[in-house]
């Protein structure tokens, strides 16, 4: 006997990481192996593909594989079609318990239950009660990075100064990376809550992680330790970072003269738009008679006169902030539509997406038939081996892909549903704090309110709202001034 070829705890959906399965590999190749004998096909590979490709570069060698539990043998070329069917199987059952897993995992976590990795993260480290307990020392460091962010520091800044003042990272190194200082600025573990679900797995045969930019729901557990940092603090450094982070030009594409948008310290140079270029408003002063006058002018049309935005008007600041102020207090007097959005939105969370027969529960159960069904057919095509099964395991297969594509589609739907029902949460909570309408200019409130305000002409803009609904405005124009 050559030896007894094992991996002990290894998944064998893949067989990069299976050692003895590769030594074994490399020794038929190397002609020290005559046979292999392998429980079943489910104990070779759990990946179709890999079963498929190792059978036959076995038989080329001249070496059998004798799956002792379903009495095959790879040597015969009549037995590839069972392999693959078997091999498919096995597959089929490691993606059902992988699914199965995933299941309970996100159960947990909308259940509230949090597995907190520790070794990465600054400022905290296991307490007696499972918990995150604060380690002083490293809270200091955490505090000081977000007093220098809302002081104007950049990341590179910090950089320097933690590294010039000597102080370690988690891990106890003298150099600090931006990326680490930058996780810790978004990571909303510092204000005390937990988002679950930032990343998943694409499947159970790559196991490639995927960040989690709406495919799947995320769950959000608040007040869940204690933070390092206040909610205000960690609120108030997203923002700034969102500030920051429009001066790198999102729109450079969509702007003929490639120029995205200007993010100065004014919350209207990430909102105010022409609307002929589409380009975005620079705030400007202008001094005539030794009297500074602040005015919002296209980019565009500042940097590149009339090459590529020909119509596009100049505006006072203060009109132009009346006009938005009024379009806010004109949504402000209709809060119980915004209470009926709310309302109507969440209910995709009860019954089926409108226009589908079908809810995701009642395609789970469609493919759990269809599983049960493929295992009947498998189970009848390993008893009777002579007879083709070859259409009947094709329109199964067919089938299910249908559902799968349904499934897709259906969730992709939940998920748009969610972000629009996240997005008018955060207009009704801004709302709440607003008691009366707004008389003066407040930068944070237009910035959690607003998406967008477009320049139609000097005498009106459209303020679009974050719930999605627009109001057209009239500017008001200032007097002019006749001259003596």
């Known amino acids: 006997m050559a030896g007894v070829f094992a991996d002990e705890g290894i998944t064998g959906t893949s067989t990069c990481k299976r050692k003895e399965f590769l030594r074994m ?8 192996i005559d046979m292999i004998l392998a429980k079943s096909v489910s104990r070779f590979a759990r990946n179709t593909v890999d079963t498929l490709n190792f059978t036959r570069e076995l038989r080329s060698l001249g070496i059998p594989v004798v799956f002792e539990e379903q009495n095959i043998n790879s040597i015969y070329p009549e037995s590839e079609f069972l392999i693959t069917l ?18 309970g995992k996100r159960q947990a976590m ?8 520790y070794k990465q993260l600054l400022g905290y480290e296991k307490g007696p009660d499972g918990k995150p307990r604060i380690v002083p ?7 000081f990075i977000y007093d220098r962010y809302l002081a104007g520091d950049s990341i590179r800044e910090i950089k320097a100064a933690l590294e010039g003042q000597g ?11 931006a990326s680490h200082i930058r996780s810790i600025l978004t990571n909303e573990k510092y204000c005390g809550d937990v988002l679950l679900q930032k990343t998943f797995i694409q499947d159970c045969i790559s196991k490639k992680v995927i960040p989690n930019t709406g495919q799947l729901p995320q769950y959000l557990i608040q007040n869940h330790h204690e933070g390092i940092v206040s909610r205000e603090t960690f609120d108030a450094v997203q923002l700034e970072m969102a500030r920051r982070n429009a001066k790198a030009g999102d729109m450079r594409k969509s702007t003929p003269t490639g120029r995205g948008k200007y993010s100065g310290k004014h919350v209207l140079s990430n909102l105010l738009f022409c609307g002929e270029c589409g380009t975005a408003y620079r705030r400007c002063v202008w001094t005539q008679r030794g009297v500074k006058r602040p005015v919002w002018r296209c980019v565009s049309r500042l940097d590149y006169g009339k090459k590529f935005c020909t119509q596009s008007p100049t505006l006072n600041e ?13 949504v402000m007097l209709d809060r119980d539509t915004l209470a009926r959005q709310l309302a109507a939105v969440m209910e995709w969370e009860l019954a089926p997406m409108l226009g589908e027969s079908m809810s995701l529960a009642d395609i789970d159960r469609a493919l759990e038939e269809l599983s049960s069904q493929f295992n009947s057919l498998l189970a009848e095509a390993s008893a009777n081996p002579a007879e083709d099964y070859t259409e009947r395991f094709r329109e199964l297969s067919e089938s299910t892909t249908r559902l799968k594509e349904r499934k897709a589609q259906l969730e992709g739907a939940c998920q748009e549903q969610g972000r629009l029902q996240n997005r008018l949460r955060a207009v009704s909570a801004a709302m709440e704090h607003m008691t009366a309408a707004m008389t ?9 309110l607003l998406e967008k305000v477009t320049v139609l002409s000097r005498e009106k803009i459209r303020v679009t709202f974050r719930d999605g609904r627009k109001i057209e405005q009239y500017v008001a124009q200032p007097k002019r001034r006749k001259l003596a």
């Open 25 to 32: 590999i490399r020794q038929c190749r190397q002609g020290k």
């Open 86 to 103: 078997h091999g498919a199987f096995a597959q089929a059952e490691s993606e059902s318990t992988s699914s199965r897993v995933r299941w």
């Open 167 to 177: 102080i370690p990272t988690v891990s106890g190194k003298a150099e600090w990376m």
């Open 440 to 448: 003066e200019w407040d930068e944070e409130v237009i910035h959690q």
């Open 137 to 143: 020392e490293q809270a200091e460091t955490v505090r």
């Open 110 to 117: 909308k259940s509230g239950h949090v597995a907190m990795q």
């Open 318 to 330: 203060e009109p132009l902030q009346q006009a938005i102020l009024a379009a806010v207090n004109a």
